[in-house]
């Protein structure tokens, strides 16, 4: 019996994840010919505007990461080699030896897509050859074109938005301007710890880097706000165009249900309030906030859904944002619809970005977005990129059908890393090779016409145009 040999598709080629031809046309003709803008991530501004070398491979690519460190934990890893006092050697030998194990997570395509776009290594990492794949990477790193600044302009990275709290000074932010960096940096304004109050201790302490960074004695809650917008002030003569907020879900209530600044001098006494009266309390916070921004003319961004430190051990002994959070099951809809409503109803609801981690909320949010966008501005109110644990390829094409089965895909404003690593932007590569494979299996299905001028132009704006216009940078 004859065996027919089949060809084998190699991994990671040039046509990795593109299945059609006019897939390929697309991205390679027009999508992966756009600059990237990075418009939410976690990288250090000071690790920018100093231009930053890495001693070593791990310094960059595993400290931070708990996407990494909890895959280690799953495959039995002592904490000893992921954030405890192991060499870095040591650390990197330990990511290497679980990297074969992350098949079909998308660990396994970032890690390999990583090395051979900044390091031009083509090794698929194992035990076997860690050695040699950390001396090799670590040697590069410490030319002048592997520190921060030449890693982003290798990757043709033209802006990104850094994460701030108002607290934060931006002076590395004027330093990067100041020195003329090649890839802009600009500041996102981040005031979680505005109103994140259910410990009345800790939020005195942040009230007074508040009071000290705004100049504004912070002893009622008009202070509180006015010692914000302050720094709302300041943060938008410094090029910011954006907030962020991380939050469990939007809360909303009949404006004066509670008096605020009873419940605020509570909390400047020392004393708690329930539960009721902190969501009260956050609800409030935010919407003064979001006036804020649309009189400023910013954008606004909630990540909704997360469900933090749900290990208390773990939180204990590391600390938060060590890889022990989760996608949460809060209900969503109704108290967002109504909190957009209440801005939207002065005419003072900001252009906003609304990003799930439950991907049962997908349609909450495609629809959700509908209901706001007033024809003021293309696209006002958006259907974030898939975020954190649904930024993978699976999330990523929910999300994008999603958006394209309940609203308009080509308005969409894109990716961002949402990382903290310089060695992430191929994420933006990930994201505009899936979006053209399903844009070109329409085309092959007979489902969307093979108009490679206007499909280019669509998926050009949505890797770049889209976001350049959405948020104005640049603009005065």
């Not at 008009?222 to 003569?237: E, G, I, K, N, P």
């Not at 605020?260 to 539960?275: A, E, Y």
């Amino acid at each position: 019996m004859n065996s027919t040999v089949l060809s084998k598709p190699t991994f990671l080629s040039e046509d990795f994840l593109l299945e059609t031809d006019f897939s390929k046309l697309l991205y390679l003709d027009y999508a992966s010919k756009q600059p990237i803008i990075d418009y939410h991530c976690h990288l250090s501004p000071h690790d920018i505007a100093n231009n930053r070398k890495f001693n070593n491979i791990s310094e960059i690519w595993l400290a931070g990461d708990h996407y990494k460190w909890r895959a280690m934990r799953t495959l039995g890893i002592s904490e000893k080699y992921i954030t405890g006092d192991a060499t870095d050697q040591e650390k990197f030998q330990k990511w290497a030896e679980t990297v074969p194990y992350t098949m079909r997570n998308p660990l396994y395509h970032w890690t390999h897509l990583e090395l051979k776009r900044y390091f031009g290594i083509e090794e698929l990492l194992s035990e076997k050859n860690a050695m040699g794949v950390y001396h090799e990477a670590s040697t590069l790193l410490q030319s002048e074109e592997f520190h921060t600044q030449g890693l982003l302009k290798k990757m043709n990275v033209e802006l990104v938005c850094s994460t701030d709290d108002p607290i934060d000074n931006l002076e590395y932010h004027k330093m990067a301007k100041n020195n003329k960096v090649k890839t802009l940096l600009f500041p996102a304004f981040r005031p979680d710890k505005a109103y994140t109050v259910e410990s009345p201790s800790e939020y005195i302490k942040y009230l007074n880097s508040l009071t000290k960074a705004s100049g504004v004695e912070i002893i009622s809650y008009s202070d509180l706000l006015s010692a914000l917008q302050h720094r709302v002030d300041f943060f938008d003569l410094n090029g910011c165009k954006l907030s962020d907020h991380g939050i469990e879900q939007l809360y909303f209530y009949p404006l004066g249900i509670y008096h605020i600044d009873t419940l605020f001098q509570r909390l400047i006494s020392g004393k708690s309030l329930n539960q009721e009266e902190i969501r009260y309390f956050k609800f409030h916070t935010l919407y003064e906030l979001s006036k804020m921004y649309h009189a400023k003319g910013w954008s606004q961004q909630f990540h909704l859904g997360a469900l933090r430190n749900t290990n208390e051990r773990m939180l204990r002994i590391l600390g938060p944002d060590n890889g022990f959070d989760s996608i949460g099951d809060f209900s969503q809809a109704r108290a967002l619809g109504s909190f957009l409503n209440l801005l939207d109803s002065t005419d003072q609801l900001a252009k906003t970005i609304l990003y799930n981690i439950n991907p049962s909320d997908n349609e909450v949010m495609a629809t959700m977005i509908g209901n706001f966008n007033d024809g003021s501005v293309k696209g006002k109110i958006q259907f974030g990129s898939g975020w954190w644990f649904l930024d993978q390829k699976d999330g990523m094409e929910k999300q994008i059908n999603t958006l394209s089965n309940m609203g308009l895909l080509s308005c969409f404003v894109g990716m961002l890393t949402d990382s903290r690593s310089f060695l992430s932007f191929p994420r933006h590569e990930f994201f505009r090779r899936i979006l053209c494979n399903l844009i070109g299996k329409d085309v092959e299905k007979g489902e969307l016409p093979a108009d490679e001028q206007w499909l280019g132009k669509l998926v050009s704006d949505i890797s770049y145009h889209n976001a350049k216009a959405y948020f104005g940078f640049g603009e005065k």
